[in-house]
T-cell receptor, first 115, second 114 residues
């Protein structure tokens, strides 16, 4: 069966510090991968998605970037965090185009607080 | 642009009451529809999905949803809620294109009083 891991679970970082959040998927190959930010009362905002190694699509301009160095690894980064980057970050995966599963499966999330 | 609207932001029910959460989307083509649930302290999980066929779909834990194409709706229902149904519920839609991106509603917070 497939599993998705995210770490760390919580993170407190000062303004201006770098960020690296990691997501890995097990039990599947060539998945689509997604980074979301979830804010209370504002639903899920898609930040980035990837259909393959090195292929990243950015959905909203922001202070963050994403990379996919390996097939099942997805990293969310920032060179200098802003207060507004605080939030709950979720990683998800689905099958690639034409492949099941069509729905997305989510990791446990990372709670980021920028102080 | 495609959008998803969840009409109820906060719902409070007593145990055994019936539940219906509204979800409407704006897209005229073929859609795939999803309801996800997030229990307190847990991660988002799929409740049910609609791709084609019978417009009444059944999911986990006694939930069901009905796709009404003419109304662009995919409302979630449960005949009798339990305290353990307290959670955040999200409706999502996949519309045009080959990508798997979903358009999400803002969510409905459900509190069930014992």
């Amino acid at each position: 069966s497939q599993t998705i891991h995210q770490w760390p679970a919580t993170l407190v970082q000062p303004v201006g510090s770098p960020l690296s959040l990691e997501c890995t998927v097990e039990g599947t190959s060539n998945p689509n991968l997604y980074w979301y930010r979830q804010a209370a009362g504002r639903g899920l905002q898609l930040l980035f998605y990837s259909v393959g190694i090195g292929q990243i699509s950015s959905e909203v301009p922001q202070n963050l970037s994403a990379s996919r160095p390996q097939d099942r690894q997805f990293i969310l980064s920032s060179k200098k965090l802003l207060l507004s980057d605080s939030g709950f970050y979720l990683c998800a995966w689905s099958g690639a185009s034409g492949r099941e599963p069509y729905e997305q499966y989510f990791g446990p999330g990372t709670r980021l607080t920028v102080t | 642009a495609q959008s998803v609207s969840q009409h109820n932001h906060h719902v409070i029910l007593s145990e055994a009451a019936s539940l219906e959460l509204g979800c409407n989307y704006s897209y005229g083509g073929t859609v795939n529809l999803f309801w996800y649930v997030q229990y307190p302290g847990q991660h988002l999980q799929l409740l049910l999905k609609y791709f084609s066929g019978d417009p009444l779909v059944k999911g986990i834990k006694g939930f069901e949803a009905e796709f009404i194409k003419s109304k662009f709706s995919f409302n979630l229902r449960k005949p009798s809620v339990q305290w353990s149904d307290t959670a955040e519920y999200f409706c999502a839609v996949k519309g045009a294109g080959n990508n798997r991106k979903l358009i999400w509603g803002l969510g409905t917070s459900l509190a069930v009083n014992p």
